[in-house]
Nanobody, 114 residues
Framework: QVQPVESGGGLVQAGGSLRLSCAAS????????MGWYRQAPGKQRDLVAS???????QYADPVKGRFTISRDSAKNMMYLQMNSLKPEDTAVYYC????????WGQGTQVTVSS
């Protein structure tokens, strides 16, 4: 069963940057629509960025202009570059297909201090 593995989270001050990575065996990322999701405490898990098999990207309004989703076909990896981070970006970040059909991984915690 496919289960993505996320990494790259951490504690950062507001205005800082982080780059998240996603890996998953058994899946060719470039052939699937993929997404980054996040879940803050007490809130539902939301899609924040997606990339289609053809490369088209979409972003949720709160992260537009600050986050960039990308993938490396040679490495079969997906990334989320997060710039100008805000305290409200604090959440556990997950990767999955879009829509999500695989087992959720453990995610990676992103904490942005003010």
């Amino acid at each position: 069963q496919v289960q993505p593995v996320e990494s790259g989270g951490g504690l950062v001050q507001a205005g800082g940057s982080l780059r998240l990575s996603c890996a998953a065996s058994g899946i060719i990322f470039s052939r699937n629509a993929m997404g980054w999701y996040r879940q803050a405490p007490g809130k539902q898990r939301d899609l924040v960025a997606s990339i289609r098999s053809g490369g088209r990207t979409q972003y949720a309004d709160p992260v537009k202009g600050r986050f960039t989703i990308s993938r490396d076909s040679a490495k079969n990896m997906m990334y989320l570059q997060m710039n100008s981070l805000k305290p409200e970006d604090t959440a556990v970040y997950y990767c999955n297909s879009d829509p999500p059909i695989w087992q959720w991984g453990q995610g990676t915690q992103v904490t942005v201090s003010s």
